[in-house]
């Protein structure tokens, strides 16, 4: 199985989340569940952006003793600095520069031609080399960058150093066959590809953010860079938890493995969520409330039966002790009969007749009937006989 490694930027990415702003405790407490969940790298900010966050990025570098701790710079030597003051003491430091490509940016934002922006990244990266033996360079907007010239940017990369060259979808536009193809022109095409690892970063603006990162797998990338629960800049990033999840449930598809202890996930997901303020929702893939949770009777019979019916996932693969059964109105006589007897009460038929028909009219008025309506249907009921 070939290993695809892992770069978390929860704290980085996720960080520019609207309305999230982590301390640096806060990311501290984060980066270390990210180490026991096995990440490989831990992107811990962007040390010139704020003294705050060098300070943070230090405080992570200082914690963190197994992953490689990552600070993003722009191109400028003013950033480079700021990183390795940031990062210096780390046990595995490495910086992420990166410098936009596409004709957008070029035009717009950074008034360049192409000429100055395969000079001006050449030169970073060259200058950060003093530093930092792990240097990634990304290529903001590559999805939207001309293949050749992107070709061309990547070998300036390596050239001058890199070890990793990131194609990030920065706009969340591609489509799985399109950035596919982007991972598999770079290794045909770049001279010395083979000597550093190729990198996927998506965003979720058109929802396909994991679906890219798969494709990106598919053809040859070493590296996923996402967050935890999928939250960050707009839409979010790839939901690092979900790349994970289908990579282990169709190994033999993508023959990829994460190196993540997937039991740690939901735990990781949970503090994410509380340290960040960010509501998982209810149907998010892998760590909502109901992404193990059964609702329709077919279904429920279905897993009382045999759990893989209608689960593809054992909720105990990412540390849920099970799944749920949820009784609503659409719920089964199995269903209920069961959940009567977790509840510590065995009715015979009769009983369990009358019982079902109150649960049904109460669960057509009711969004969700929970326990202690089910033991006030059952008190009724033994009054009534
Ligand atoms: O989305 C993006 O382009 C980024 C870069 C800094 C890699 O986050
Ligand atoms: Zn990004």
Redesign the pocket.
């Known amino acids: 199985m070939r290993k695809i490694y892992i770069f978390d930027t929860t704290l980085r990415?996720g960080e520019q989340s609207p309305g999230v702003n982590l301390n640096t405790r806060e990311k501290v407490e984060i980066a270390l569940q990210l180490e026991k969940l096995g990440v490989d790298r831990i992107e811990a900010g962007f040390p010139a952006a704020s003294p705050g966050d060098l300070a943070a990025v230090q405080a992570v570098a200082g914690a963190v003793k197994s992953a490689t701790v990552i600070g993003?710079a722009r191109a400028v030597e003013r950033d480079i600095d700021a990183a390795w003051e940031a990062l210096k003491d780390a046990a595995d430091p490495c910086i992420h520069i990166?410098l936009a490509t596409s004709p957008i940016h070029r035009k717009h934002k950074l008034k360049m031609e192409k000429e100055q922006v395969l000079a001006t990244a050449d030169k970073a990266i060259r200058y950060a080399k003093q530093f930092f033996d792990k240097i990634e360079f990304?290529p903001?907007?590559a999805g939207r960058t001309e293949l050749d010239f992107l070709c061309e940017v990547t070998e300036m990369a390596i050239k001058a150093g890199a070890t990793v060259v990131?194609i990030?979808d920065?706009v969340g536009y591609m489509t799985p066959a399109e950035f596919g193809n982007i991972f598999k022109t770079l290794k045909e095409n770049v001279p010395g590809i083979e000597t550093i690892q190729l990198s996927a970063?998506c965003?979720d603006d058109l929802g396909m953010a994991t679906a890219n990162a798969l494709a990106a797998i598919l053809n040859g990338a070493d590296q996923i860079e996402g967050t935890i629960n999928g939250i960050g800049e707009r839409a979010g990033n790839t939901a690092i938890e979900e790349v994970a999840l289908a990579l282990e449930t169709r190994a033999a598809l993508f023959g990829a493995k994460t190196g993540l202890h997937l039991k740690e996930i939901a735990r990781t997901s949970r503090l994410v969520s509380k340290l960040t303020g960010m509501v998982v929702p209810g149907n998010k893939a892998i760590v909502g409330a109901n992404a193990f949770a059964h609702e329709s009777g077919i279904h429920q019979d279905g897993m009382l039966k045999e759990k893989t019916t209608y689960e593809i996932i054992s909720p105990e693969t990412i540390g849920i002790k099970e799944s749920k059964l949820v009784m609503g109105k659409h719920s089964g006589r199995h269903a209920f009969r069961e959940k009567l007897l977790d509840l510590g009460y065995e009715l015979a038929d009769d009983a369990l007749n009358v019982a079902f028909a109150k649960f049904k009219d109460l669960a057509d008025r009711k969004k969700n009937v929970t326990d202690d309506d089910l033991l006030a249907i059952l008190e009724e009921k033994l009054v009534d006989t």
Do not use: R
């Open positions: 990415d993003l990166f990304s903001e907007d990131n990030p920065t970063h965003h």
